[in-house]
């Protein structure tokens, strides 16, 4: 029987009928069967990033919210005003629910920023009917057959309203930024007879190169190839072992190629060489920042293993057609970095002009801060508006009426330079998770309460230091489409901690107490200081003096100074 003779009532009925009673089987096609796809693994959706597209057929205004499913169980996102973050996991359907055929997955909404926003009524509320899609019990969703976008189905009075996503590319998370860049380095650190280190500018036919994948490094010393394996890698410090290279020779022992190797192999070995063999994890602190180059327009991406103060080598990004196939130079590398004297940790000490600039979020750890000016209004100096940096990765303290904690990740480091005038320095870094309590707080402490969090819960900010004073800005978007300095914040003056890492070291032997500081902060200087031992009078906010009473423990708290 041929289907074009059929009545056309009659073919209607006839797939319909085949629809419902092959719902869960083959479909049959012209030409053999076609199986009927399977729902969507919530598997698929782990990594992937999505801004919303539209809601209920409605466009979404520019700007629109982002969902960002960060692990198997770790989400962020952004509400259209303030960044989230939460969990999710997958939801058994209910196989008599008319979403059964479809996957479910539930959303926990567990910290968010606070800042004011002046929100038009339809952004509003575009807001509203995001976040509430969301904070539903189970989440049905759906993938387009080319998995660029995906909807979530609101349920509201028994019908589904679309919520569809359009995949954007993944946030590169801060643990992130150096996986897949190439460096050429403009100064490594030679150890010399007096073991003093400074950074040397590397041999001009020689480079040093450095590259990043998820979990390994390899590159050149110069003249050999090296590689070796990265276990962990966060925001501030990756971890190097199994570390290896190629084994071309030198006819004299002080060739210059040969020092320049031993100088970086150490670095990559042991950054302590205080043992015969080093240890099997060496752990490797840096910063990465941009550098304006010069007066011009031009920035460069700057990367620095170790500290400012201890620097042990420098970086600029390796562009195409720097080295040829064998890693020989094909032009000369100048480096924005390039000084006219070498540069080291006791030199920045000396120059009066930078001395307290050279900072970063590491130094920050164990130190507390009390307010003196919020947004221009000059607080009383038993106003308790304070900062505690508790650890490398967390703050806690007070905005004058509420206590409050939160988590903290440095960004990098701007360097800004105009003419002759000296270098602006500043640390970026990001407040995040900021929980204070619920205190009723009214008047003027209120006011000065409300414009601290609100600066706090920006997306980032830049600090720097000035002697004995650590102030806060915004980061605001520059002229040149980079962020730098905006509307200042707050100053803050060093007070003395109230414990180290939340536990009082009264009572602890010197060595203990030690250990605990330098745990919290590994670039303080700590000095033990015997009962009945006379110190110097100077002041210096990178090193902590533990004094020891008779019995030979800690009798006070270790401050800064």
């Known amino acids: 029987m041929r289907l074009s003779n059929l009545p056309s009532l009659g073919l209607a009925s006839v797939l319909f009928n085949a629809l419902q009673s092959n719902a869960h089987k083959p479909t049959l096609l012209r030409g053999g069967q076609l199986p009927i796809p399977e729902a969507p693994s919530t598997e698929k959706l782990v990594g992937t990033n999505w801004q919303l597209k539209e809601i209920g057929g409605v466009p979404a205004i520019p700007d629109s919210q982002e969902l960002f499913f960060k692990t198997e169980a770790e989400l962020s996102g952004y509400d259209g005003c303030n960044g989230f973050r939460g969990e999710w996991d997958t939801v058994e359907n209910d196989q008599d629910s008319k979403n059964s055929d479809r996957p479910s997955i539930t959303i926990d909404i567990l910290a968010t920023n606070r800042r004011m926003c002046r929100l038009t009524a339809e952004a509003g509320e575009q807001k509203s009917n995001f976040m509430g899609a969301l904070r539903q019990e189970a989440i049905s969703f759906s993938f387009s057959a080319d998995e660029k976008e995906l909807t979530l189905y609101h349920t509201l009075d028994g019908n589904d309203v679309p919520i569809v996503m359009s995949r954007i590319p993944s946030p590169v998370q801060p643990d992130e930024r150096l996986i897949g860049t190439d460096w050429v380095a403009t100064g490594i650190v030679y150890p010399d007879s007096q073991n003093e280190e400074q950074l040397r500018p590397v041999l001009e036919d020689h480079p040093v190169t450095l590259s ?25 410090e990756f971890q190097v072992t199994n570390v290896g290279q190629t084994l071309m020779g030198w006819g004299e022992i002080d060739d210059p190629r040969k020092l320049q190797e031993n100088a970086w192999m150490i670095i990559l070995t042991t950054v302590n060489d205080e043992t015969e063999s080093p240890p099997e994890v060496v752990t490797l602190p840096y910063t990465l920042f941009d550098e304006r180059i010069g007066d011009t327009d031009e920035w460069t991406k700057v990367l620095v293993l170790g500290s400012f103060q201890a620097p042990l080598a420098r970086f600029v990004p390796l562009k195409d057609g720097m080295l040829d196939e064998w890693g020989k130079p094909i032009k000369q590398i100048e480096s924005p970095l390039t000084h006219e004297n070498p540069l080291n940790g006791n030199e920045l000490q000396d120059t009066p002009a930078i001395k307290d600039l050279y900072f970063d979020t590491f130094q920050l750890a164990g130190s507390n801060w009390r307010a003196s000016n919020i947004r221009g209004a000059l607080l009383r100096s038993d106003t308790d508006v304070t900062m505690f940096f508790k650890s490398k990765t967390s703050v806690e303290g007070s905005g004058g009426c509420n206590q409050f904690d939160a988590s903290l990740d440095k960004l990098g480091t701007l360097i800004q330079i105009n003419g002759t005038e000296q270098p602006l ?75 180290w890492g939340g536990q009082s070291l009264v009572g602890m032997t010197g060595d203990e107490a030690k250990a605990v500081i330098e745990d919290i902060n590994p670039s303080l200087q700590v000095q033990i200081i015997p009962a009945g031992w006379s110190t110097t009078a100077d002041y210096r906010l990178d090193s902590v003096r533990i004094r020891l009473g008779e019995d030979g423990n800690v009798n006070r708290e270790p401050q800064r100074g």
């Open 212 to 236: 990043f994948s998820k979990d390994q490094i390899n590159g050149s010393t110069g003249t050999n190839e090296f590689f070796g394996d990265i276990p962990t890698m966060t925001s501030m």
């Open 425 to 499: 320095i500043l640390e970026h870094m990001r407040v995040e998770d900021l929980v204070p309590t619920k205190r009723y707080c009214d008047g003027m402490m209120a006011q000065v309460e409300n414009y601290f969090f609100r600066g706090l819960s920006q997306e980032s900010l830049f600090y720097e230091f000035d002697g004995e004073e650590l102030t806060l800005w915004d980061a605001v978007m520059g002229e040149h489409g980079r962020q730098t300095r905006g509307m200042f914040i707050g100053r803050f003056n060093n007070v003395p901690v109230p414990s």
